[in-house]
């Protein structure tokens, strides 16, 4: 088994109340975990005033990218569950409804073997 911990940097913009959509999305990554044994310490960081957000996950699979596509998916699913929108972060599995709120601009990220 491969422990991989994925943390994805975006400006994140739109009119929202950033802090209160950021407990949406850490409500979605919790509810993430508590049904996936694979997926744990899922946690952000942000500086509201100027957008930067950095959303992170751990996720275990038998290879190291199995792990990380798990991380990042569930990374996405709970921006998404909160009404974010992630541009360029190109998924056949996604239709953009009209009805975001916030739009997730990549800036980087990182992946780490735990």
Known sequence: METVRVS???????EIDLDHHLDQVMTALMAIEAADDR?????????????????NSSAKASTFDQAAAVAMATIRSAIHAAGGFTPGWESNDYVVTGKETAEYNFVEQQLIKW
């Open 39 to 55: 997926i744990s310490d899922s946690d952000y960081t942000a500086t509201i005033k100027t957008g930067f957000v950095c959303i």
């Open 8 to 14: 994805v940097s975006f400006f994140v913009t739109g």
